[in-house]
Structures are given as structure tokens and as C-alpha cells.
């Protein structure tokens, strides 16, 4: 059974630091490419940052500079170091695992950034 579970979620203060955590269970992690989306109440779901698994990054350019995500093969876990988090950032942020037509998606963690 594939499982992916994110964590780290939470209200947090513009200008506020959010690490964010998925865990995945039940597939062949290192062929997967990871990805971390977002969706705000009333937008579409959008890509925010996904790294290969070659270990390559792209992210979306809004969030260029403050989003870092990294991978941990041996862990299969992937994570996303959010900084100077401002009020549009707030979303449900998921995380996905995609492998040509393998196409998987965890719950959700919802991020609210709020003063």
C-alpha cells in the first residue's frame, strides 16, 4: 500500500519559518520523482518545488529564494524548508510522488501564515 503522510504544517507569522515533512512507504522511492504542491481556497492546485531523482531542483518562480526542498533516499522521506513566509504562501501544501503514469498523493498539511 502507497502511503505518503506530510507533517509540519501550522500557523505561522509573516516573515516566519516552516519545515515541512513527507514520509513515504510502499514504493520504489528512489525512481520517484518528488514533488511538493500547494492549493489556496478558491486557486488551483500548483506545483511549488520538485527535485528529481537525480537529486535536480526546480521551483516556481514565487517562491525562488525561499523554498528549499531537499530528499533523503536512504529515509525515502523528501522536505520543504519554507522562509520568510508571507500571507499568500498560506495553502494546503501536498506532497507527490510520480513515476511516468505511478502517480501518488499524500493528505495535505494546511500552512497558514496570519498575523
Known amino acids: 500500500q502507497v502511503q505518503l503522510v506530510e507533517s509540519g504544517g501550522g500557523l505561522v507569522q509573516p516573515g516566519g519559518s516552516l519545515r515541512l515533512s513527507c514520509t513515504t512507504s510502499g514504493i520504489n522511492f528512489e525512481i520517484y520523482t518528488m514533488g511538493w504542491y500547494r492549493q489556496a481556497p478558491g486557486k488551483q492546485r500548483e506545483l511549488v518545488a520538485a527535485?528529481?531523482?537525480?537529486?535536480?531542483?526546480n521551483y516556481a518562480d514565487s517562491v525562488k529564494g525561499r523554498f528549499t526542498m531537499s530528499r533523503d533516499n536512504a529515509k525515502k522521506t523528501v522536505s520543504l524548508q519554507i522562509n520568510s513566509l508571507e500571507p499568500e504562501d498560506t495553502a494546503v501544501y501536498y506532497c507527490n510522488a510520480r513515476f511516468f503514469t505511478r502517480d501518488y498523493w499524500g493528505q495535505g498539511t494546511q500552512v497558514t501564515v496570519s498575523s
Open positions: 527535485v528529481a531523482r537525480g537529486g535536480s531542483t
